[in-house]
């Protein structure tokens, strides 16, 4: 993730496993294309002030405890992804001392391909979002994803909801990846090993919903810059939109495409009635 979001790139893994895994991934460190490294740096007083007006919340669950528990949640994914990244580091760490079995479970199990996928590995459309390459590809997501969540877990959403929205928008990504490796097969120009994995889809959803709420706060672009966060989610579904089909890009547009357009779709079926002050 360059600013956002890091975006998809190749994953070389160990000479070992070359045969039988060769793999691409929504990484971090290879897309030919790199964004502007902006990051979310805090909420901008705009927002700030709305958190403190009183909202609309399901009943019997007041402002406070709906709060404290999406923070819950917002903890509780970090912590999946921090864990995950932890035994995949390890089981790559042992594939390199020549003992790649774990591995090899590991990325069949915790990354997407859609050979495997219509062989019945249904589940990697789910667990590959909780997947990272490496260090800096899960700081920068999780990362993001603790200012945007933290903005989005004080918002009018139930706790059923905060999470209907990050794992929705991570398994429709996961699904429109894989629907785009279908049509490239088709075309005559796929890739039968190519492999999948990240939180980036998750993130975009949320995101997406939390522009709608507050589309006129402001982020930091390169720390000093501040722009409404409804024009970065423009921003990045023209920039998704324009290298979908790029036979050069090694990103997963269609994983952030489809987690946008989740979290866009949500909003306006389910939250939008909320009538959020400032809200789309």
Request: charged letters at 10%.
């Amino acid at each position: 993730m360059s600013s956002f979001f890091r975006l998809a790139g190749m994953a070389r893994p160990h000479a070992a496993l070359r045969k039988p895994l060769s793999t691409t991934f929504f990484s971090t460190t290879a897309a030919k294309r790199p964004l502007p490294p902006n990051f979310y740096k805090q909420l901008s007083p705009s927002m700030v002030s709305k958190l403190k007006q009183p909202r609309s919340y399901s009943s019997g669950f007041g402002p406070q405890r709906q709060y404290g528990a999406n923070m819950f949640l917002l903890k509780g994914l970090i912590g999946v992804n921090l864990a995950v990244w932890g035994y995949g580091t390890y089981a790559l760490a042992q594939a390199k001392e020549g003992h790649a079995g774990n591995y090899i479970k590991f990325m069949h199990n915790m990354t997407m391909n859609l050979a495997e996928f219509k062989r019945g590995y249904y589940w990697q459309a789910l667990t590959s979002m909780f997947t990272h390459q490496d260090f800096f590809h899960i700081g920068a997501n999780l990362f993001t994803f603790w200012y945007l969540g933290r903005g989005l877990a004080a918002m009018p959403v139930t706790p059923g909801q905060f999470m209907f929205i990050v794992l929705g928008s991570g398994l429709s990504g996961s699904l429109l990846w894989l629907t785009q490796q279908e049509q490239k097969l088709q075309a005559g120009n796929g890739n039968t090993r190519q492999r999948g994995l990240g939180f980036s889809g998750a993130l975009l959803g949320a995101m997406t919903v939390l522009a709608c709420f507050e589309p006129r706060s402001t982020v930091q672009l390169y720390g000093i810059i501040p722009v409404p966060l409804g024009l970065i989610v423009l921003g990045y579904a023209a920039y998704d939109g324009y290298y979908l089909h790029s036979e050069n890009s090694r990103v997963a547009h269609a994983g952030h495409l489809g987690g946008l357009a989740f979290g866009l779709a949500y909003y306006f079926l389910k939250l939008r009635r909320l009538r959020f002050p400032g809200s789309l």
